[in-house]
């Protein structure tokens, strides 16, 4: 972490590269297998090591901890759900996977899938469609891809070979923040694979998402956003106590406004931490609010991590506009976790049905 992911954050922002260095480390470390089974060569652990491993990670390149996000979110299908070779290149840190979930025709509404999975006469399926942002997008070894079902409603789970013919990447990732998480678009002609790579069976997709995915993404998504948090607010805290005005000597941090809006900033930092905490406390004992727990999370610690991050730029003045502070990579990084779907505007419109369809709870 200090010697390879903290030092190398600002160039794989400034050069929008991928991670790769980052990535290759933390496979020999064993933490791309941290969840993957110990059967299979992982260490076995779970969504509570995984939290941690990311919040540590994002404190300093929240770019990194989301590839890694996305990883551990495809590796929960793919332990229960996948090929035994998958599961031990993963295990043995040579295998990077992601989900390829939103697409560019339905934009952030995951669940109406337009991507298609053709069942031919020779046994072969051919999987076409266009995903709109996928993190990792030519870069990953595996996509977690969703279609719509081969027959009936819902929607199905693939485990691709991300160097098939058929794929391309349209276009580079050029983006505002997490510019080194090549979130480009990936389009998929016809792409040749079987009914062995399809994960559960046809129409499934919903319920398996909401058995295996759900705690990682949620949780993860939120630990991204709020090791973000604990990220910026040190830098802040570094910079307004260290910064002095020449006429009196005081520091930045002697003001009382300045203070405040830094006592303010951690109470939110640390209500959304303690959400998350309780989230997967909630997870592990299977308690009847679980569900609620995972809509809130993600939501809350990515709005937090707006306002936080809002929070940072003001207090350390125009000195955050300047790169070496780091505060306004973290700032641009923080609006990404708000827009990834399911938004916060869905989640807030599914909390708020929650509630009005069961008001005493
Ligand atoms: C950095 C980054 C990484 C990403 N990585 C991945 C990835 O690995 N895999 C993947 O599958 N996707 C990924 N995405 C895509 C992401 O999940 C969303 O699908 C995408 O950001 C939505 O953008 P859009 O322009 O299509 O939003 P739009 O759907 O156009 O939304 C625009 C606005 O409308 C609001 N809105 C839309 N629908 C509703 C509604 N029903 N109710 C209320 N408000 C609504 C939204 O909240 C938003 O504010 C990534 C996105 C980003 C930014």
Redesign the pocket.
Known sequence: MRELIAPQAMHTDRSASYPRDALQALGQAGLLGLISNPTVGGLGHGLPEAVQVVERIAQDCPCTA?VLT?HYCGTAYIEPLGPLAVRQAIAAGEHIT?????ETAT????WAMTSEAAAQSDGRVLISGE??????AGQADSYVWTTRAMQGQGNTLWLLNAKDAGFSVPRPFD?L??RG?Y?APISAQQVPTSLASRLGEDGQAEPLKAQYLMPYFATLIATTSIGLMQGILRRAIAHITASRFAESGSALADLPTIRAYLAKAQLKAEQARLLRDDTVAAVLAARADKGMRLLQVKAAAAEAALEVSDTAMRICGGAAFRKELGIERLFRDAR?A????P????L??KIGTLLCDSPTS
Do not use: E
């Open positions: 989301m996305m992601t989900l390829a979930v939103s934009r952030s509404h995951i995903k709109s942002m996928i993190t990792s983006g923040g997490l998480n979130s990404a708000c827009v990834m779907a938004t916060s505007d869905v807030f419109d």
